[in-house]
Each structure stands twice: as structure tokens, then as C-alpha cells.
């Protein structure tokens, strides 16, 4: 969905992401925002921790960083509409829905799972996501997995079960709390919600107005679970360390929402609507590899080896899916 043939210039609706029938400006362009969404989106949980080791709540977290992002957004996505309001009464219910499961229930159990795991592991979990969209594509539009994807999808899951450390036994082996990792599988599944809707470029929503409107979405649905105490908010001024040096706490508040999600999700919105589905998800891996980088550098958290041998093979896994559905074609 979302994809332009170059020779008829309309929407093909097989979401492939076929790169060889994409014109090269299109794809290279395509690439440039999913590169620049994962880079942000991967500085996520680095900002988180240091906030979370002060006292604050993944909610009230959640909530000021989708908020700033917000404020940040709506003014361009109203821009974005030239006056025509039509595409968003025709959307509102996917706009809901992109508020709520990709927007806030993702970043949400996120922040819950970096609260009671490392950062790389969490991700990692969360971007088994590609392969959701596989299954969803199977089931919704009948594209069967080729072999390729059916092998990926099993190499994918040997990875993660090593980046769990569940076979090694080895003494002072990364304990994975079981609630964590619930929370990251959460995230995968908004994640993969995430990538579907991003490419939905038939609904005549410019990606700025998409992003306005799930982030406002995210913030008054967030600020009314606060309000009513079923999502603690609870909060710090006290200076949160990076690397060892204290920084003023709103620094790293600015950074998640004018960064890790104004920028990013319009970003990713923009990258799906290039791309397709399946490609903008495959490149969004490069936030694994990112934040593993970003959390070495500026926490000191890095993955046992049986972890990144796993990560490896999540990794390898899902280049194999993304190659065997290069070659599915819509079930007649």
C-alpha cells in the first residue's frame, strides 16, 4: 500500500516495498527519513533512563514527551492541510487509532520495559515487529510467506531467545524479569501498527497532519488516564547523570519530545510512505543497532555476547523476510 509504480504512477496496493520498481530520487529519499526516524527514535531510551533513575514514572515520561511533541507538530500539520479539513473527518478513526496503539500504548510499554530490563535487549524484542507485519499482510491480505520468510521468521526467533539468555545458565547472565519483557512484546505489536498505518498514503493525510493528529490524540488520551490516577505521573527536577555528568532535567525532556518524536515520527511517517511497510520496517532495525550504541556511550549498558550474537541473527532473520516478501504478490 502506498507504492508508485513508475510505469502507471498509481498506488499498489500489494505493500511489497519492491525497491528495483521504485525510481532511485523516490528510493534514496525514502531511505534518507527512515535512517533519520530510527537514529532518533534510537536516543529514546538513553533519555528515558537517566530520567527514570531520578523518580520518574514511564507515564508521566510518556506523557511530556508526546505533549511537547504535540505542541511542536500541530501548528506544521494544520499548515499541511491548506484549509481542506475532508481527510481528517474521513480519518479520525485511524487517527485514533495511531494515537492510541502506535503512538502512546507503544512508547508507554517502552519505557515500562527499559524501567525493569536493558535498553538493547527491550529493543530488540520490540523490533521483532517486521515480522508481525508479514503476518499481518498474510492474514488481512493473503500473501502467503515465501520459504525465504518463513526461514527468516525462525532464524529471527533462535535470535531472540538467545538475546534472552534463556539457554547459556552462565553465572551473572543478564536477569530478563518476565513483566519487562510482556511490556517489550507490548511495544512490538504497536510497533507493527505502527508501520502499517505510516504507509497508508491513500487516505489523502499529509504525514505532518498524521503525526498532528496521532500525537494530540497520544497526549489527551495519556493526560486523561493521568488525571483519573490510572497512570501514575510522577516526576523529578533533580539532575539526571549521562555518562557521568549531571545535565538540568528539562534537557533530556526537550530531547525526547522535539527529537525522539516530533522529528522521528514525522520522519517515519514520511519514510513509509516511500518505502511501503516492509522496507521502512526492515531499515527501522538500524535503531536496534543505534541505541545498543547510544546506551554503551552514554550508559555504560552493554549486551552480553550471547545477546549480540542473538541480535545478529534477529537481524539476519529479518533481512531474510524482507527478501522472501520482495517476492509476494497479492493472492488473486
Known amino acids: ?6 510505469d502507471t504512477g498509481t498506488p499498489d496496493a500489494s505493500g511489497n516495498g519492491v525497491v528495483l520498481a521504485r525510481p532511485t530520487r523516490r528510493l534514496t ?3 534518507v527519513f527512515a535512517g533519520v526516524s530510527a537514529a532518533a527514535f534510537s536516543l529514546s531510551g538513553v533519555f528515558a533512563s537517566g530520567l527514570l533513575d531520578t523518580g520518574w514514572s514511564p507515564g508521566a515520561m510518556v506523557l511530556v514527551r508526546v505533549a511537547i511533541a504535540a505542541l ?3 501548528p506544521l500539520g494544520i499548515l499541511s492541510l491548506r484549509g481542506d479539513w475532508r481527510p481528517v473527518r474521513r480519518n479520525l478513526g485511524l487517527i485514533a487509532i495511531y494515537g492510541a496503539l502506535s503512538v502512546a ?3 508507554f510499554a517502552y519505557f515500562s520495559a527499559v524501567q525493569l530490563m536493558p535498553i538493547g535487549p527491550a529493543l530488540l ?25 518463513v526461514a ?11 538475546v534472552l539468555d534463556l539457554v547459556s545458565g552462565a553465572p551473572g547472565a543478564t536477569a530478563m524479569d518476565p513483566v519487562g519483557v510482556a511490556w517489550a512484546l507490548v511495544a512490538m505489536l504497536g510497533a507493527a501498527s505502527y508501520f502499517v498505518i505510516n504507509a497508508h498514503a491513500d487516505t489523502g493525510l499529509p504525514p505532518l497532519a498524521l503525526a498532528a493528529g496521532g500525537l494530540t ?11 483519573t490516577g ?59 543497532v543505534s541505541a545498543i550504541g547510544f546506551a554503551w556511550l552514554l550508559l555504560g549498558e552493554l549486551p552480553r555476547t550471547i545477546q549480540l550474537v542473538g541480535g545478529v541473527l534477529i537481524l539476519a532473520g529479518v533481512i531474510a523476510v524482507q527478501a522472501g516478501e520482495r517476492r509476494t504478490g497479492p493472492t488473486p
Open 152 to 162: 527468516g521468521a525462525l532464524l529471527a526467533a533462535v535470535g531472540l531467545v538467545l
Open 230 to 288: 490510572l497512570m501514575p505521573l510522577e516526576y523529578s527536577t533533580a539532575s539526571p547523570v549521562y555518562a557521568g555528568t549531571e545535565v538540568a532535567w528539562w534537557l533530556p525532556l526537550l530531547g525526547l519530545g522535539v527529537v525522539t518524536a516530533a522529528l522521528a515520527y514525522v520522519a517515519g511517517i514520511a519514510a513509509g510512505r516511500l518505502l511501503g511497510p516492509r522496507l521502512s520496517s526492515f531499515i527501522g532495525l538500524f535503531e536496534v
Open 29 to 31: 529519499t525514502g531511505l
Open 1 to 6: 500500500m502506498g507504492i508508485v509504480t513508475p
Open 105 to 107: 500504548g507503544c512508547q
Open 72 to 74: 511542536v507538530v500541530l
Open 217 to 227: 490524540t497520544a497526549s489527551l488520551a495519556l493526560g486523561l488516564l493521568g488525571a
Open 125 to 149: 524484542i520490540e523490533y521483532t515487529a517486521p515480522a508481525a507485519v508479514v503476518l499481518w499482510f498474510w492474514l488481512r491480505h493473503g500473501q502467503k510467506p515465501t520459504v525465504a520468510t
